[in-house]
C-alpha cells in the first residue's frame, strides 16, 4: 500500500507556471506506474499525464501535451507535474494516483489502486 500526499496548487493567472508534487510513503514507490488526474466541478475526473515506473515513458492527454511535463525521482518517491501556460480551462482539483498494474492503460481513473486528496488549482483569467 502506498499513501499520497500533493502540494503546489494554488491561484495563478492565465499564463503562469505550476509545478505540482506528490510525496509517496512506503518502500515500493519505485513498483508504482503514477499518473496525474483532474476534476472540475460537475465534470468527471480526467486523465493528465502519466508516468511508468523507471520515468522512461511518459504519456500526456492532448489538452495539456505541449505545456506539461510529468517526472518522478525514485530516490525522493515523488512525481510531479510541471505545467506551463495555464488556462482556466486547466482549474480543477488535481489528483496523484499509482497504478500497480502492469500494462495497463493508464489513461482511465478505474487503472489506478490509490489516490491523494487533491490539490486546488485555480486559474484567473
Known amino acids: 500500500q502506498v499513501q499520497l500526499v500533493e502540494s503546489g496548487g494554488g491561484l495563478v493567472q492565465a499564463g503562469s507556471s505550476l509545478r505540482l508534487s506528490c510525496a509517496a510513503s512506503g518502500r515500493t514507490f519505485s513498483s508504482y506506474a503514477m499518473g496525474w488526474l483532474r476534476q472540475a466541478p460537475g465534470k468527471e475526473r480526467g486523465f493528465v499525464a502519466a508516468?511508468?515506473?523507471?520515468?522512461?515513458?511518459?504519456y500526456y492527454a492532448d489538452s495539456v501535451k505541449g505545456r506539461s511535463t510529468i517526472s518522478r525521482d525514485n530516490a525522493k518517491n515523488t512525481v510531479y507535474l510541471q505545467m506551463n501556460s495555464l488556462k482556466p480551462e486547466d482549474a480543477a482539483v488535481y489528483y496523484c494516483?499509482?497504478?500497480?498494474?502492469?500494462?495497463?492503460?493508464?489513461?482511465?481513473?478505474?487503472?489506478?489502486?490509490?489516490w491523494g486528496q487533491g490539490t486546488q488549482v485555480t486559474v484567473s483569467s
Open positions: 494516483a499509482a497504478c500497480s498494474r502492469y500494462g495497463g492503460n493508464y489513461y482511465g481513473a478505474r487503472s489506478y489502486d490509490y
Open positions: 508516468i511508468s515506473r523507471s520515468g522512461g515513458s511518459t
